[in-house]
Structure formats: structure tokens, C-alpha cells
């Protein structure tokens, strides 16, 4: 596996068409997410960070990571995030294609599009015109949430949007929105969407759930309900489908072992405490920004940004009015002011990250050794496309349009309140 000859087939066969004519010079084995799925499922109780790359040094300390832990890795942005970060959609692979080849990244990475959100009917048309395009950017691996809307709009605008999202990409779906602990999902509004995909031979790599984590800052203490995630798990068992896990800041090491060792969950997203991580600011072992009396970060002396940036970054909140979670706008206005920083300065941002993330691959995720896994898989399928680990078991004649919404109307739901739920 440590030849260069090896490595060279796996570039030569591990990459997806859409990689391969993008980046047709590259060394950067960037992967289709099922390979990251499955190279975690070959390990056993194991999950991976999918990185929400909110800037170009949080990309680079998880990548740095990842090749030192030996480990499998997605890099991600959600929708969301493409408002208010100079990362986004049609940029992320350049970001991790140029660290990969710079750098001498060897380990499988996919590119992730996180909550790609559909949040009414109307919103699909632009949709289908959208994802290709994605595709032809660099995107290996998609999320489609539709999880705002009620759960029979969910599961057909899942089944509709499928048709523009190549066979062997990554794909997860969503049940319930991420809101804490309210609107939790349960096995039945799950099963609907995982049965009624399977029955048009859509089959999912991951599930994600509301159970009950947020987004952000995570304040509540409630967390992640590994009992209620382990019950869904099982009862979708059949169907080859891994838990994605949302909103992992907040939630300290024990919780997040408890996950990936009670559950089948194979994919930890991790977007604030990255963020705080590579800009200096204290964390504690939740990634949770630690704040002071008055509700203001707490900067690390010597770690991250430069102190006179760290005023500069304040100043901008204080004068934006942006306090606690909203300190996210800053990413976008600060990006190219970041890069003008000194050398120095820039790499204690990125080894700083790469310190975090490897702690979490390492000793909480049990992560390491997956990149090898994966790239054993590529080699024995001979193939980018490593398949779906589901097969169909429902009949579709009995998951018709018509016959979806009459089964919604029967669920055991409770969507929790109204709002915006974005991160």
C-alpha cells in the first residue's frame, strides 16, 4: 500500500470522472464520500470529521491531521456557510486540491456539500440546475436537506433531486432539522425516508438526525442523545444506511465516544470549534468557545491570530453588533486580512487545527487507520465507484406519490417549533 506504484494506480483509478477532468495533473486523491463511509464501516465503530472548511486554515490543519492520523477525511461547507465564508461550493475542491499537492497529502479526501437546503418545492427547479454544476466544480459528496419541510415533501424531493446526482457520489439525507433538544426525529419519521428511498432505488450513505445537538454554540447541556440514535440506527439497520452526525461542537469526549461506539455513525460534522480553534480563541473539551463574564471570547496569547488581528476582529463584531455564534460573519470580511498575516502567524493558525483535529481522529473517533482501509477498497473494487452497501427491499409500487403522502399522514412526529435553524 506504500508504493508509489500503488499510489499512482489509486490516483489513476481512485479519483471520479469529475475529479479527474477538473484536476487531470493532480496527485490530490480526492474520493467519493462512499469511500469514506465505507472505510469507516470496514473499521467498526469507527467515525471520521467531515471539516467544515469555513477558511483556508482550518481546511489545512484537518488535512494536515488526517495524513498523520492515517485517517480517511471529508472536507465540507454547508449552504449556509457559502453566505458568510470565502469558502464555498464551487471553490472548496481548488482549496484542497492546491493544500493536497503542496503539501503531499496522501490520505483519501471527499468534498462534501453539507445542508444543501430545500425548504419548499419552489426551491427545487433552481435545484436541479445547480447541483450538476457542483458536480463539475468538484463536489464528491451531497447532503440533501429537506428536512424544513413536512415529511412526504421531504422524501419526493429527495427521490426528484436524486436524478441529478451522479451513482457513485456520496449522498445523505436529513430527518428533522437540527434543533437541540425540540422536534426530535424518531424511528418513524427515519424509517419513512430511508423505506421510501430504498423503494426507488435511492440508497442513502448516511442519515443525519435531530438528536439533539445544535448548531453553533452548544448551551443547553443536553447534547447528543446517544440512547434515541442507537434506536433509529437499528431500526434502519437493514437498509445499509450510516448516521452522519450534526452539530458534534458542544459535546464533550465521552459523548462523542458514546456515538461512535453505540451507534453506526460514521461522519462527525465539526464547523464552529474549528473556526474558534484556528483563530486562537480557548475551547474547552466540548470545542466550545469559552467566554468571560461579559460574554466575550477569550483569546489565546501566542495561538492563532495575531493580537493586534484579534482587536481588529472584535472591533469589526462590536461595530456589526455580532455577538457569540454570529462571530461566524467574520470568516468572510476577514479571509484575505488573515492571509496578509506573517508566515508565522499563519502556521501556528493551521498547526493549531491540525493539533485539535488529530486528538479527535485519534482518541476520540477511533479514526486512524481508515485512510489505509479506503484506499484498500478503491483497490480491490479497481474503481472510484465503490457501490451502495444497500439493496433494494421495498416495492415501489406501494411508495407512489399518492401513496407517500397518505403514509405521512399516519407518522409519529414531532417537528419541535418553527424558525430559522440554519447554521
Known sequence: MGTNADFEKLIRIGRPPNISKRFPNSQALIVSGKVIDQALVAKGKAMTIAANGRNSF??????????????ALLIEIARSESNYCPVNFYNIALHVDYICNELGITIPVAIHADHYGIKSEADIPFAKMEI??????????????ASHMPDDKNLLANIELSACIPKWAGLETEVGEIKGDQGLSTVDDAS??????????????WIALNNGSSHGLEASGQGIQVELTAQIHEAIKQYGVSGAQHGTSGNNSDKLRAITAGTNTTKANVATALQMVSWGVEVNDFGNAIQDSDGNFIKVAGQGVSGEMWQRMTAYATEKGWKGGNYKNLNLPFENLLLAQERAVRER??????????????????????ATLAKELILKAGSYDLGSKGQQLENQDEWTKELIVERAKTLDVDKGPEGDFDD
Open 58 to 71: 482550518v481546511i489545512r490543519g484537518a488535512l494536515m491531521a488526517a495524513q498523520r492520523a492515517d485517517a
Open 132 to 145: 450538476p454544476s457542483m458536480f463539475d466544480a468538484g463536489i464528491t459528496s451531497i447532503a440533501v436537506d
Open 192 to 205: 419513512f425516508l430511508i423505506k421510501g428511498l430504498n423503494a426507488h432505488g435511492i440508497f442513502a450513505d
Open 349 to 370: 493558525m493551521s498547526d493549531r487545527v491540525e493539533e485539535f483535529v488529530y486528538n479527535m481522529l485519534t482518541r476520540v473517533f477511533n479514526a486512524d487507520g481508515t
